[in-house]
């Protein structure tokens, strides 16, 4: 078994981060792996969907200190290693969900900020990590962080380091849900299989409109909305989602 685990069912493909042992700590390895199958899944028609998750109990808690080499640069291995798959979650015109069994800290927490939507166990436990030992910020997070809990307690997170529960992470908007752990497998199918039968090019579209949006004018906004707008009209989920809705039944999306 590698450390990065593929399986994809009806058009939910499921990445499972495979290092137990190491709570699924990053490799150079893994984080090639992960980034290969995310742009495998961008071209991939039959993917509409994207599950990241963790092998065991935990879900990652960031770079394996011991893999870094005596001499080598935070910089480089951010560079390398860590942004691009950062870049293929945020551009992949597909729905990416972090599904979080367990301890998610460092580069690990800032994976999951990264996706779309986050669906946490009550045995998930939140930490930013990278003040604990004298770095800073890297793989997003303080580009997702504030954004989602503002500026004073996005420092606070960074600075401080503490250990959130995942009912305070639900509480601070961190993630969307928390389910129980009992449960957490068939949540996160159930989240995945209800955006697999959805619109997907829209998916794609709504992802676009926020990131404009992130750093845009609001007359920069109406005009890119109206834009994509266009291309959504132009689908073939909104025509069926048009005539389903005059023909008063749910629409049949196929992801065109």
Do not use: H
């Amino acid at each position: 078994m590698g450390v990065l685990e593929r399986e994809q069912a009806g058009g939910v493909l499921t990445l499972t981060l495979n290092r137990p042992e190491a709570l699924n700590a990053f490799t150079r390895e893994m984080l090639r792996e992960l980034g290969a199958a995310l742009r495998d899944a961008a071209k991939d028609p039959a993917v509409r969907v994207v599950v990241i998750t963790g092998a065991g109990r935990g879900f990652s808690p960031g770079q394996d200190l011991n893999e870094l080499e005596d001499g080598e640069t935070s910089f480089r291995a951010v560079l390398d290693n860590y942004n691009p798959v950062i870049q293929r979650i945020a551009e992949l015109e597909k729905p990416v969900i972090a599904a979080v069994n367990g301890a998610a800290a460092g580069a690990g927490f800032a994976l999951a900020l990264a996706c779309d939507l986050r669906i946490a166990s009550e045995a998930a436990v939140f930490v930013t990590s990278f003040s604990r030992i004298g770095l800073t910020a890297d793989s997003g997070m303080s580009y997702f962080l504030p954004r989602l809990v503002g500026w004073g307690k996005a420092f606070e997170l960074l600075a401080l380091s503490p250990r959130l529960t995942a009912q305070e992470a639900l509480d601070l908007g961190l993630v969307n849900r928390v389910v129980p752990a009992e449960r957490f497998a068939e949540e996160v199918q159930a989240l995945a299989s209800q955006l697999a039968d959805g619109p997907t090019k829209a998916y794609g579209l709504i992802k676009r409109a926020l990131r404009k949006a992130a750093t845009a004018t609001l007359d920069e906004v109406l005009e890119y909305e109206a834009y994509l707008q266009e291309i959504a009209g132009n689908t073939r989920d909104y025509r069926e989602g048009v005539s389903a809705f005059k023909e008063k039944r749910p629409p049949v999306f196929t992801g065109e």
